[in-house]
């Protein structure tokens, strides 16, 4: 069956089988397990490199999951050997014509398909993790660092090829991202200098949540987001959110904030499930 994409573009080819819902686009794939929903980059011919209708699609594919009111987590990765490699480079993003600059098109770009797509996924209302299968360049380094949880294969790189090869600064949210990861020394080093960083350093390092074999890597991605699923929903968005604030609170602020969330919280059905699960030895059951 087929339905109509939120832009006009051409219909969405939707399949259902086994208890798995896919809407499969042009560029992108988007599955539906249960509560998990898996969002593919699919363009592995040229490694999944990002252009305005990869953008949008992707744009697309989050709005059905911000309707799912069941799903509880997503995950991101990409097709074939790379996670992404970044923006898709020619001739036509670099030259200026008659009716517009190379910047003026790129700034366009940028302010109605890239940026927004980050923001998409910084405002989801459930937890994002992605699976990095392969090289992440340029753009794709901010696609992953834009997940709350990042997964990556052994096999895996990370590449900052902006300022050494392109004379350009890391975009995406990258430069906001990588310092509070690793820090500003690391983060300048990668930025300047361009050196590929292989997935078990990018841990070491705190970049990412875990390096793990490349065979196992959506496995382990899927036991992530189920466990997730698991979670009460609304406690997921408030770990986000006082982990955000508290890099900017002071410590006063942050114990008060702290406080204020507990004691709302602690009323809720939830905790006392919670409860009741851990005299009875058992799982909590949450709606």
């Known amino acids: 069956m087929y339905y109509e994409s939120l832009s006009g573009a051409p219909k969405l080819a939707v399949f259902e089988?086994?208890?798995?819902?896919?809407?499969?686009?042009?560029?992108?794939?988007l599955e539906i397990h249960?509560?998990?929903?898996?969002?593919?980059?699919?363009?592995?011919?040229?490694?999944?490199?990002?252009?305005?209708?990869?953008?949008?699609?992707?744009?697309?594919?989050?709005?059905?999951?911000?309707?799912n009111s069941?799903?509880?987590?997503?995950?991101?990765?990409?097709?074939?050997?790379?996670?992404?490699?970044?923006?898709?480079?020619?001739?036509?993003?670099?030259?200026?014509n008659e009716h517009?600059?190379?910047?003026?098109?790129?700034?366009?770009?940028?302010?109605?398909?890239?940026?927004?797509?980050?923001?998409?996924?910084?405002?989801?209302?459930i937890p994002v993790?992605?699976?990095?299968?392969?090289?992440?360049?340029?753009?794709?380094?901010?696609?992953?660092?834009?997940?709350?949880?990042?997964?990556a294969a052994r096999s895996a790189s990370f590449i900052l090829s902006f300022a050494?090869?392109?004379?350009?600064?890391?975009d995406l949210g990258t430069t906001w991202r990588l310092p509070k990861r690793i820090g500003q020394a690391r983060a300048m080093a990668l930025s300047l200098?361009?050196?590929?960083?292989?997935?078990?350093?990018?841990?070491d390092w705190g970049m990412i949540w875990q390096c793990v074999e490349d065979d196992e890597l959506l496995n382990v991605a899927m036991k992530t987001a189920q466990a997730l699923a698991r979670s009460p929903a609304h406690a997921v968005l408030e770990v986000r959110r006082a982990l955000r604030l508290a890099?900017?609170?002071?410590?006063?602020?942050?114990?008060?904030?702290?406080?204020?969330?507990?004691?709302?919280l602690v009323e809720k059905p939830t905790f006392k499930e919670g409860v009741s699960a851990f005299k009875e030895k058992r799982l909590p059951v949450f709606d």
Request: aromatic letters at 4%; proline letters at 3%; a negative charge.
């Open 164 to 170: 050494p090869k392109l004379g350009l600064v890391p």
């Open 34 to 67: 249960e509560r998990v929903a898996i969002l593919t980059l699919n363009r592995p011919d040229v490694l999944n490199s990002l252009n305005e209708t990869l953008a949008r699609e992707a744009r697309e594919a989050l709005a059905q999951v911000r309707e």
């Open 70 to 96: 069941s799903l509880r987590a997503l995950i991101v990765t990409g097709a074939g050997r790379a996670f992404c490699a970044g923006a898709e480079l020619n001739d036509e993003l670099a030259d200026s």
């Open 247 to 264: 890099e900017t609170n002071d410590l006063k602020q942050q114990l008060d904030y702290e406080r204020e969330r507990q004691c709302q």
């Open 193 to 203: 200098l361009g050196n590929k960083l292989d997935a078990q350093t990018a841990a």
């Open 17 to 29: 089988s086994d208890g798995i819902f896919a809407v499969t686009q042009k560029n992108v794939t």
């Open 100 to 125: 517009q600059s190379a910047g003026q098109r790129l700034n366009a770009t940028m302010l109605d398909y890239f940026n927004p797509w980050i923001t998409d996924l910084d405002s989801l209302q």
């Open 129 to 151: 993790i992605a699976a990095i299968n392969g090289v992440a360049a340029g753009a794709g380094v901010g696609l992953a660092l834009a997940a709350d949880i990042t997964l």
